[in-house]
C-alpha cells in the first residue's frame, strides 16, 4: 500500500468483488452488538463499503446507523436485520423518501455542531470513510467535513482506500492506530451536477452578484441559483464556503478568485476535482463553519437560497409540502457569521414561484431554519429587498412588494 505507518490489519480486495467475503469479515471485526457507526459523507463516500458493511451489521446484530450528506444511499436502509436505528444529520438527496418513510430518523442539528454530537449523544463505535493515500499516511480527499471530529474521538476507522479521489484536503493524516483498511479502489468522486440556469436563475445570480463588492469573502451554497450568482460575478472576491462546486472553476479562469478557497467539501464534476487536486483547501467543519472565525471577515456575504419564506424573512429549507427536501446543513452557521460581520450580507435568493407555487408563503410548512434576525437581504428575479433597519411590518411591506 503507498501509504507510510501500515494500519492493523490490510485486506487488498476491491469491495465490489468479494466472493469469499473477506471485507465483511474485515468490517465485522471491528463490529459488536449494539455498536453505532458513523459513515462519511459527500461524493467521495465509501459507498463501495456499503453492501459488506450491512452483511457485517447482520450478522453481528444491533448495529445503529448515524448517515450525513448522502448523494447515493450508502446503504440499504430498509434492512431491519443489519441495522435497528439509523439517523441522519442531513436529509435530502437519496434520503428524501427513507427519511419520510420513517426509515430514517432526521436530527435537526446545524452542520457546525455536529462535532459535540459525535463528542457526546451520538458518539460513534466505527467510523467508515474513504481516504486516499498522502505523503506519510493515509487522508481524506474531496471532503473533510465532520469525518475529523469523528475521528478525534478515538474511534476505529473502517477505510476504504480510493486513489480516484483528488488531493484537496488540508494533509491531516488520520492516525495508523486508528485505521483498518477493508478495501482499495480507484473509483472517483460522485458526479454532483445542476442543472443549466434559465433565464429566472440568471436575473437572480445578475441581482446577487450587483450586491457583492469587490474584495468581499463569499460563502454559496449548492445549486443553479448558487451557480448562476457565481457565474455572474464581475469583481474579484474570496470563497469561504461549506461546499466548493464547479463554479469556483469558472470564476478562477476570469481571473476573479483570490487565493485559495476554503471549503468543508468538494461538490461537482470531473473538471472541478481536477482542479482542486493538489490545493490544500478542504478542512473540517470546526473551521469552516465556525461562526466566530467568518464573522471576522470586514465583509463576509453568505449567498443561499430556500424553499419558502414568511412575510417577515424567516427561512425554511427543510422540507416542502411536508415532505423532506434538504436539512439545516450549513444554512444557518453562514447566516449568523454574515449577519455578524461587520461589512457582510446575508442574503437569500430564490424564485419568486416554484412548481407554480409562490415561494413567499403566509405560514412555513417545516420549522424555521433560520431566523429572520439572521437575514438581511432577500433577491429573487425581480430584483432585491434589504430588511436591514426594518421592523417586521416594514419587512412585510418590502418583501410582499418584490413578490407583486
Same mark, same amino acid.
Not at 100 to 118: A, E, F, H, T
Given at each position: 500500500?503507498?501509504?507510510?505507518?501500515?494500519?492493523?490489519?490490510?485486506?487488498?480486495?476491491?469491495?465490489?468483488?468479494?466472493?469469499?467475503?473477506?471485507?465483511?469479515?474485515?468490517?465485522?471485526?471491528?463490529?459488536?452488538?449494539?455498536?453505532?457507526?458513523?459513515?462519511?459523507?459527500?461524493?467521495?463516500?465509501?459507498?463501495?463499503?456499503?453492501?459488506?458493511?450491512?452483511?457485517?451489521?447482520?450478522?453481528?446484530?444491533?448495529?445503529?446507523?448515524?448517515?450525513?450528506?448522502?448523494?447515493?444511499?450508502?446503504?440499504?436502509?430498509?434492512?431491519? %436485520?443489519?441495522?435497528?436505528?439509523?439517523?441522519?444529520?442531513?436529509?435530502?438527496?437519496?434520503?428524501?423518501?427513507?427519511?419520510?418513510?420513517?426509515?430514517?430518523?432526521?436530527?435537526?442539528?446545524?452542520?457546525?455542531?455536529?462535532?459535540?454530537?459525535?463528542?457526546?449523544?451520538?458518539?460513534?463505535?466505527?467510523?467508515?470513510?474513504?481516504?486516499?493515500?498522502?505523503?506519510?499516511?493515509?487522508?481524506?480527499?474531496?471532503?473533510?467535513?465532520?469525518?475529523?471530529?469523528?475521528?478525534?474521538?478515538?474511534?476505529?476507522?473502517?477505510?476504504?482506500?480510493?486513489?480516484?479521489?483528488?488531493?484537496?484536503? %488540508?494533509?491531516?493524516?488520520?492516525?495508523?492506530?486508528?485505521?483498518?483498511?477493508?478495501?482499495?479502489?480507484?473509483?472517483?468522486?460522485?458526479?454532483?451536477?445542476?442543472?443549466?440556469?434559465?433565464?429566472?436563475?440568471?436575473?437572480?445570480?445578475?441581482?446577487?452578484?450587483?450586491?457583492?463588492?469587490?474584495?468581499?469573502?463569499?460563502?454559496?451554497?449548492?445549486?443553479?441559483?448558487? %451557480?448562476?450568482?457565481?457565474?455572474?460575478?464581475?469583481?474579484?472576491?474570496?470563497?469561504?464556503?461549506?461546499?466548493?462546486?464547479?463554479?469556483?472553476?469558472?470564476?478562477?479562469?476570469?481571473?476573479?478568485?483570490?487565493?485559495?478557497?476554503?471549503?468543508?467539501?468538494?461538490?461537482?464534476?470531473?473538471?472541478?476535482?481536477?482542479?482542486?487536486?493538489?490545493?490544500?483547501?478542504?478542512?473540517?467543519?470546526?473551521?469552516?463553519?465556525?461562526?466566530?472565525?467568518?464573522?471576522?471577515?470586514?465583509?463576509?456575504?453568505?449567498?443561499?437560497?430556500?424553499?419558502?419564506?414568511?412575510?417577515?424573512?424567516?427561512?425554511?429549507?427543510?422540507?416542502?409540502?411536508?415532505?423532506?427536501?434538504?436539512?439545516?446543513?450549513?444554512?444557518?452557521?453562514?447566516?449568523?457569521?454574515?449577519?455578524?460581520?461587520?461589512?457582510?450580507?446575508?442574503?437569500?435568493?430564490?424564485?419568486?414561484?416554484?412548481?407554480?407555487?409562490?415561494?413567499?408563503?403566509?405560514?412555513?410548512?417545516?420549522?424555521?431554519?433560520?431566523?429572520?434576525?439572521?437575514?438581511?437581504?432577500?433577491?429573487?428575479?425581480?430584483?432585491?429587498? %434589504?430588511?436591514?433597519?426594518?421592523?417586521?411590518?416594514?419587512?412585510?411591506?418590502?418583501?410582499?412588494?418584490?413578490?407583486?
Amino acid at each position: 500500500m503507498p501509504h507510510g505507518n501500515p494500519p492493523r490489519k490490510t485486506t487488498n480486495y476491491f469491495a465490489a468483488h468479494d466472493p469469499a467475503g473477506a471485507v465483511t469479515d474485515a468490517i465485522a471485526a471491528h463490529l459488536r452488538e449494539g455498536c453505532r457507526v458513523a459513515i462519511a459523507d459527500g461524493c467521495g463516500a465509501p459507498t463501495g463499503l456499503g453492501a459488506a458493511l450491512g452483511d457485517a451489521a447482520r450478522a453481528v446484530g444491533g448495529v445503529q446507523l448515524l448517515l450525513g450528506w448522502s448523494l447515493t444511499a450508502p446503504v440499504d436502509v430498509r434492512d431491519t %436485520d443489519a441495522f435497528t436505528d439509523i439517523r441522519t444529520v442531513m436529509s435530502g438527496y437519496a434520503l428524501r423518501a427513507p427519511v419520510r418513510d420513517g426509515q430514517v430518523r432526521y436530527l435537526p442539528v446545524r452542520l457546525g455542531s455536529i462535532p459535540r454530537l459525535l463528542a457526546g449523544a451520538w458518539r460513534p463505535d466505527v467510523l467508515v470513510a474513504a481516504l486516499r493515500p498522502g505523503r506519510d499516511g493515509l487522508v481524506f480527499g474531496s471532503e473533510v467535513g465532520w469525518m475529523r471530529a469523528a475521528v478525534d474521538t478515538g474511534v476505529t476507522v473502517v477505510a476504504e482506500v480510493n486513489h480516484g479521489l483528488p488531493d484537496a484536503s %488540508d494533509g491531516v493524516i488520520v492516525p495508523a492506530a486508528q485505521v483498518v483498511v477493508a478495501a482499495e479502489t480507484d473509483r472517483p468522486p460522485h458526479d454532483f451536477t445542476t442543472n443549466s440556469p434559465d433565464d429566472v436563475a440568471r436575473a437572480i445570480g445578475a441581482h446577487a452578484a450587483a450586491l457583492i463588492p469587490e474584495g468581499a469573502t463569499i460563502q454559496y451554497g449548492p445549486g443553479t441559483v448558487a %451557480d448562476a450568482i457565481l457565474r455572474a460575478i464581475d469583481t474579484p472576491v474570496r470563497v469561504d464556503s461549506g461546499l466548493v462546486g464547479d463554479a469556483i472553476v469558472d470564476l478562477d479562469r476570469r481571473g476573479l478568485l483570490v487565493d485559495t478557497p476554503r471549503g468543508a467539501y468538494l461538490a461537482g464534476t470531473a473538471p472541478l476535482y481536477e482542479w482542486a487536486d493538489g490545493r490544500r483547501m478542504l478542512e473540517p467543519v470546526e473551521i469552516t463553519h465556525d461562526v466566530s472565525r467568518l464573522a471576522a471577515h470586514d465583509c463576509f456575504v453568505a449567498v443561499n437560497t430556500a424553499l419558502e419564506l414568511d412575510p417577515v424573512g424567516q427561512v425554511n429549507v427543510e422540507r416542502a409540502g411536508g415532505q423532506p427536501v434538504g436539512g439545516i446543513g450549513g444554512h444557518a452557521d453562514f447566516a449568523l457569521a454574515a449577519s455578524r460581520s461587520r461589512h457582510g450580507i446575508s442574503m437569500i435568493c430564490l424564485p419568486s414561484h416554484h412548481r407554480a407555487g409562490p415561494t413567499l408563503v403566509e405560514h412555513l410548512s417545516a420549522p424555521v431554519t433560520t431566523a429572520r434576525a439572521d437575514v438581511d437581504v432577500v433577491v429573487n428575479e425581480h430584483g432585491a429587498a %434589504d430588511l436591514r433597519g426594518l421592523d417586521d411590518r416594514e419587512r412585510e411591506r418590502v418583501l410582499r412588494d418584490l413578490w407583486g
